[in-house]
């Protein structure tokens, strides 16, 4: 019992500590609640604080906003230009940006001091959503706001372009106004004018006198407009050299002027002068050049020598590529008049020297282009083209290289007839500046190409072409100059001065005239007013004559080139050789043409890759049809072996091939073999295959007996001494070892006999030699019967072997023929 009492009072007071203890843990509960509450009390109230500092902020932005907006429009009131308007509109966009990014930095600050503030994780939280909120709200207010200001800028844009537009049309409004008024203020001007004129004019009018006055003036001027002050026309110069005068009234001018000797009319015919050299040295060319000499040759050309050389140094700096003309018509004209030649090279020397100072590169070009052309008709010495080129190489530049390898290309070939260590010096001056490669590299490549022009001795860059070849060797005057000379231009010579000798001079040219195009041409250009009828009659039926007699010849050889295209395209498109034969001999071939068909079928046959047969039976074809066309083979075959060694091997073997195949089937004489000669001199590589190949192909087409009987035929051995020759033992042997080692040495059995005995032939012809001297000896004490007999013999012996020969030829062809028909 005591014992369940004692642990009934230690139960109780458990229950009693266990209540304490659960009555002081609510008691800090409720402490810590309290605290919480406080602190958020404290929280709210801080809150509150802050969104009044919010609303406080807003109500200051929108006042300040309020006063900007009052700002802008007063400047827009006061501001005229839209250039201000568009500043302030980018100040204010400006200002808005700054109290944005303000406010944005405020956003900021309050949320780090919140975040200091808070150290719970729940009180985190609530400010986290707190501060959301917040954030939406100014989103909000931003929004608006920027909706107010689009609003707000929208209108201001509307407002000035309203305003613009009503400046405009104030501004037209004024512009009219103005136009209005000045028209006519001009108009009551111009009423106010005419009525004073006409007043003056009626006061005027009213004179007695004046009537008088009136018509002598009218007069005066009807006679001014009529006459021609002649001495101004040498005062009105321009850059021509004077005042346009219309032809017709030149010829009318100079007729009117009485005194042939005065100043005007010299004036006169210097101008005429002028103009016809400038127009015939403007026309001349390589074609007509021979037309406009002889009218060149009718001006005084020693009056207007310096008309000349200007005209001719200006048309040749203009166009370059009459060079060359240019060059020899002045070579004519120096032929006559040395002096006009000398004082054209000497003025040409020194725009040389000029350009050449003054890095002048077009007018250099020309300058040099002009002498060396001058040089090639040798108008001037060769010894200044060496300089020149000695000039321009001594300091080289990429120009004066560039001029350089023009200048020899132009002139190369006459100084490599010239002065031909003068040219190699030259060239090896250009190939040491090749090596030191110092220049450009273009200017590299143009030597080099100058170094193959040369190794081509200059072909396609001729000295004189063949019609600018207009003066004799003989006749032509060159002028010795040098680049160091000092040399006068003679410029006076290009100016019109009073000559007091005027008719005499003239006179005397005529003369000069008259000895170079002779009186024949001069009589024409003075001309015979009107020949007698029944000279006009014979003129005319002689010049029917020429014209039935004349014919058109076509130098182009544009009826042979069609030809011989539709021989090709006859030969390629045909399906077998009696179809192209079919062909071909419907084409109508002129007499003379005959040619060019055989020359058309071998050269076909030399481009294919390999021989076709079909070449060779066509050529039989036209050798059995017609005899011309067998002697134009022959032709063919003489001159193809003349140049086998410009073939190409495959071309060379396709043409033996060919000639094989006539010679086979005797479509072509053997007696064209009698051309070939084999030995070791006349034959070279070339030549040597193209035997082989015609005697190999022989002995496949007839077989070594065959061949070898035809070889040996006693008719054709005239023919065949030349392929197998006995003159000489060295030329024998040489034609032995050629068919032996081309696997031939059976036709050659004959020939090996021959060399074996011909020791004891050479013995023989000697005795018989000997003999003969000794018998001379004797014969001749004899008589003259014993000579007029033995010249009867002979004579009697040559007969017969003509004779033999005929019969052995005519045997020849008869065994042809009959191999023919077979």
Known sequence: MGSSKYDREEEGELTVSKVRDRKSRDDDDDRKRRSHRKHDSSDGEEDQIRVSNVRDDDNKRTSRDDHDDRRRKSHRKHDSSDGEEGEVRVSNVRDDKKRSSRDDDDDRRRKSHRKHDFSDGEEGRVSEVRDDDRDRRTSHRKHDSSKDEEGRVSKV??????????????????????????????????????????????????????????KKSEEEAAEARK????????????????????????????????????????????????????????????????????????????????LFCRSCMKSQMASPGFTDVFAALAAVVNTKFPEVGELLLRRIVLQLKRAYKRNDKPQLLAATKFIAHLVNQQVAHEIIALELLTVLLENPTDDSVEVAVGFVTECGSLLQDLTPK??????????????????????????????????????????????????????????????????????SLDIFKVDPQFLENEKRYEDLKRNILGDDQSSEEEGSDAPSDGEDDDD????????????????????????????????????????AGHKLLKIKLEPGQEMELCIMLLECCSQERTYLRYYGLLGQRFCMINRIHQENFEKCFVQQYSMIHRLETNKLRNVAKFFAHLLGTD??????????RLTEEDTTSSSRIFIKILFQELSEHLGIRLLNERLTDPAMQDSFESIFPRDNPKNTRFSINFFTSIGLGGITENLREYLKNMPRLIMQQQKEVSESEGESGSSSSSGGDSSSSESESESSSSESEREKRKRRHSESDREKRKRRKR
Do not use: C
């Open 157 to 214: 844009r509307d407002d000035d372009r309203d305003r613009r537009r009503s400046h405009r049309k104030h501004d037209s409004e004024d512009d009219d106004y103005e136009d209005r008024h000045r028209k006519s203020s001009r108009r009551r001007d111009k009423d106010d004018d005419d009525e004073d004129r006409s007043s003056r004019r009626r006061h005027f009018l009213d004179r007695d006198d004046v009537g008088e006055d009136v």
């Open 227 to 306: 006459t021609v002050d002649y001495s101004d026309l040498g005062g009105k110069s321009g850059k021509s050299g004077g005042i346009y005068v219309p032809p017709f009234r030149l010829a009318r001018m100079m007729r009117d002027i009485e005194d042939k000797s005065s100043p005007e009319y010299q004036r006169l015919t210097w101008d005429a002068l002028r103009k016809s050299i400038n127009g015939l040295v403007n026309k001349v060319n390589a074609m007509n050049i021979k037309n406009i000499i002889p009218e060149l040759f009718a001006e005084n050309l020693i009056r207007g020598r310096g």
């Open 422 to 491: 003068g040219l190699h010096g030259i060239f090896e001056r250009f190939r040491g500046i090749l090596h030191e490669g110092e220049i450009d590299k273009r200017v590299q490549f143009l030597i080099e190409g100058l170094f193959a022009i040369r190794k081509a001795k200059f072909q396609g860059h001729p000295a004189v072409r063949p019609e600018l070849d207009l003066v004799e060797q003989e006749d032509q005057l060159t002028h010795e100059l040098s680049l160091e000379d000092t040399m006068d231009p003679d410029t």
């Open 540 to 579: 005319s039926d002689e010049e029917d004559e020429d014209e039935e007699q004349m014919k058109i010849q076509d130098e182009t050889e544009t009826n042979l080139v069609n030809l011989r295209r539709t021989i090709y395209l006859t030969i390629m498109s045909s399906v077998d050789f009696e179809e």
């Open 667 to 676: 479509a072509l004489p053997w007696h064209v073999l009698a051309y070939i």
